[in-house]
């Protein structure tokens, strides 16, 4: 069944529909979720939360031609995992600065090999993503999965710009160092 008309039914609330809704798109989503929280259980409960808020919002999802379905859900989902953050900071879990002491920016990370980036598996960066501490990962995945300026980031998690600037560097500065340190490893590996 393609976009269209499985939007259609959806909106119709068929649950055929739905399941294969769910079918389809439930391992992007499910990555999608798993950037934002670092955690398999959590991507897991943002991940139902978010199709339980899809198949309620059929009515505002407005065709725009093959790929506006998948766009428009991956956008439900982020605002989902999104809530959540903004619901554990409420809750006195903070995007913080502090996550890691400065003294570790102090020096500069090279960027890795291209060599070493390339030979990283989409789920491995995924995970290095998702180890990074909870504001490093939320600004990076807005600014660069979602597309978003450090103005609109600022607004969205109310923070301000070099916050958010400051919070992309670092998280770019530890994946690399987890990227070079892979590199090195797997060139020790190799030559022992």
Not at 45 to 57: A, P, T, V
Request: hydrophobic share 35%; glycine share 6%; proline share 2%.
């Amino acid at each position: 069944m393609d976009e269209l008309e499985l939007s259609k039914q959806c909106l119709q609330g068929i649950n055929l529909a739905r399941e294969e809704l769910y079918k389809q798109y439930s391992g992007r989503l499910f990555s999608l979720c798993l950037r934002y929280t670092g955690s398999r259980e959590e991507a897991q409960d943002l991940l139902q939360d978010g199709f339980l808020k899809i198949f309620r919002s059929f009515d505002k999802f407005t065709w725009r031609g093959k790929g506006s379905l998948r766009a428009w859900m991956e956008k439900v989902m982020v605002n989902v995992a999104l809530q959540a953050i903004r619901k554990d900071k409420a809750m006195g879990y903070s995007i913080s600065l502090d996550e890691i002491p400065e003294t570790s920016f102090d020096q500069e990370v090279e960027e890795p090999d291209e060599a070493d980036v390339d030979a990283i598996s989409e789920s491995e960066l995924l995970q290095y993503i998702s180890e990074l501490p909870v504001g490093y990962r939320t600004v990076f995945n807005l600014y660069i999965f979602e597309e978003k300026s450090h103005k609109e980031i600022a607004q969205i998690l109310g923070i301000n710009e070099k916050s958010s600037s400051s919070q992309l560097l670092r998280a770019r500065r530890l994946l690399a160092k987890r990227i070079a340190a892979r590199g090195e490893k797997i060139s020790d590996e190799s030559e022992g």
